[in-house]
């Protein structure tokens, strides 16, 4: 019963988990426009099961991280959190959160390997996946173009600065290390499950 309605549940604790970072956000503007991906992503995802066309309940569990992971960075904004023990252990200066979304964005590399394998869109499953970890890694890259123009916006970063600091163009690059690490992740948990699964249908 409970898998049948696996999609609605995890949308129902989205929508709350939503509704409640709009509490002493730090950012009302940034607030916004972090969450406007999210929003779009999400009714994109309802769009398409109107439509019938639906994904796994491990899809739609992996894809639901990127929206509350990002509603987390939207609402303590840039470079401030509360879990000091990565500022100090990964020196991320307080923007795990961030680091975290861009992991979870590139998540979204296994609905796209499910639908492509389904549809039968490539011939070779294992293309399929290699494609799908590309498509989503040069997404996550377009995404972080986006987050610093954000950034820049909002007066969080100093555009002189993030383009000649070192640290600045090291920064970029690990949130798009850490997008194109979520798609190899999420293509691995692919593997992995339809491996059991084969093994369990063959017993």
């Known amino acids: 019963m409970m898998k049948k309605y ?11 988990f939503l509704a409640l970072s709009t509490i002493n956000t730090t950012s009302t503007d940034l607030w916004v426009e972090k969450n406007l991906t999210s929003i779009v992503i ?32 939207a609402y303590y ?3 401030d959190n509360t879990i000091e023990v990565f500022n100090n252990t990964l020196t991320l200066q307080g923007d795990i959160f961030e680091k975290l979304s861009h992991f979870s964005a590139g998540l979204y590399a296994y609905p796209l390997m499910g639908f492509l394998i389904k549809e039968k869109k490539i011939k070779s499953e294992w293309m399929t996946i290699l ?31 993030i383009t000649s600091d070192s640290f600045g163009v090291i920064y970029i690059q690990g949130d798009i290390f850490m997008g194109t690490l979520g798609a190899i992740t999420a293509a691995f948990i692919y593997i992995i499950k339809h491996v059991f699964e084969k093994e369990k249908n063959s017993v």
């Open 77 to 79: 904004g840039y470079g």
């Open 6 to 16: 696996w999609p609605y549940i995890i949308l129902f604790v989205y929508l709350v």
């Open 131 to 161: 494609f799908s970890i590309f498509i989503v890694g040069f997404i996550t890259m377009d995404y972080e173009i986006i987050e610093v123009f954000t950034a820049i916006k909002s007066g969080a970063i100093d555009a002189l600065t």
């Open 42 to 73: 999400v009714l994109i995802f309802i769009a398409l099961y109107v439509k019938n066309i639906k994904f796994s309940n491990m899809a739609y569990t992996l894809s639901i991280l990127f929206p509350i992971v990002n509603t987390m960075s």
